[in-house]
């Protein structure tokens, strides 16, 4: 099992993952794609990572085959304790999952937007750390995923500093979106056991000392800090994407990374997906036309190999930069004559202004305003172009799938998106994609002119979509450098914990001198 590197031996290391959400057991985003494919990555290099998750009423019994593995144990909670269960799945039978059962904070319909969602989120993240606890489980390295599992390097810090399970123990934060920080009055502190240490201070962020802010939190305490790609990693420590916490990213900066997420490109891979039409290769890409086809009649689009089809799948939000898709889409649809198909629910304006629009150009436009997994496999494999034009994007997994299926991404050089997909050149004949940067309607426009005026040339366009399915956004690249970042926390970890002890023993002695003992 252990693994050699490059960079010599390296030790197997035990890492609980935690998250809200894990494929396939429970998704809202692309934050449950990652927490569901990283760890099969990391556990292919040798490491023994566990995944801990609430189990949510919807998670069946029988369909996930779990099994009960820790009878009704003690989690305190506030002044009290609350019996949690643990219950012991796999995520593709070969990385355990520990889910956290308690029917009062978890069997409801859904996942999050309940009144003690923090409470809930406390709950399940003590269930967890108490529960490996009992299993004698004792990770090297707890690596927690957004704001619901922020309090956690918080906790290491503090009520478990001198639990001897959790003394070597080092955590990591991921950020996947520093929009949703999780934030809740003072009471929250008693809950979780740490009102004792009362808010985090900080001189540039006024609102800190009045409020629980889980991500700040998760920020402040963690041993080292991630997010998903560089540029965001950059990004967030500027006034304009850094969510009003900036100042204290930058003031950590030293511990922040960026680290690209991956997809699982066996589960997405339109050579074996069996929600397609057609299955295609690179070397068959000729049928993936049959694809486009069926997309336009489950759209009720006229069917018609010549005209462009744009999609675009993402939450009807403005973060995926739908009041900029608003002001250009009828201007396509009129003056470009492509056609054009959205996936995806979100605020209701949008669904407004979707279906008046798919009534006024029906046959141009289609509009599905729902969550549908097996549809979205259709529009990456079917659509000629996809749109992703984001105000801000950690890391984006859309243009990323789309690539692979051979559909030629539109994107906003942001975050991620940034990252993966490289601008078209006429010149050079380089680029996978098109891309602009000022967030503004005439930029995507224009943008998409571009786009639209390529396509008309199929043997450009062929190398164009041949680019984009060479890429490889596989999880191996990225799951070493988990590694070594999770090497590094152990490091920081270590250091702090010295500075620590050292500090208690010169506290200690300067208190005798002073008592002139
Ligand atoms: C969030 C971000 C998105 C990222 C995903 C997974 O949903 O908005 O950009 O790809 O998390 O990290």
Redesign the pocket.
Known sequence: MPQRSARGAQAPLKILLLAAEVVPFAKT???A??TGSLPKAIRALGHDIRVGMPRYGRIRPDQFNLTRILEPFPVPMDDRTEPAELMQATLDGEVPVYLVENARYFDRDGIYMYPDDAERFIMFCRGVLEGVKRLGWQPDIIHCH?WHTALVPNWLKTIYADDPFFADTASVY?I??L?YQGIFGHRVLEIAGIDEYGFIVHPDIMDLNEVVDFMARGIAFADVIST??ET?AREILTSEFGEKLDPLLRDRRDRLFGIL?GIDVDEFNPATDRYLEVNYTLESLDLRVENKLSLQREAGLREDRRIPVVGIIARLTD?KGFDLITNIVEPMLQHLGAQFVVLGTGEQRYHDFFTDLTNRYAGQAGAFLTFNASLARRIYAGADVFLMP?R??????GQMIAMRYGSVPVVRAV??LADTVRDYDPATGEGTGFVFKPYDAMALYTTLVRAVETYRYPDIWRKLQTRCMQQDFSWQASARKYVELYARAREFHARDRAAAQEKEAKDRAANRTQKGE
Do not use: I, K, R
């Open positions: 985003g692309g934050l794609d990652v957004d991921t996947h979106n929009a998903v790609s965001y997420n973060q984001s801000f994007e950690p890391c984006g997994l975050g991620g």
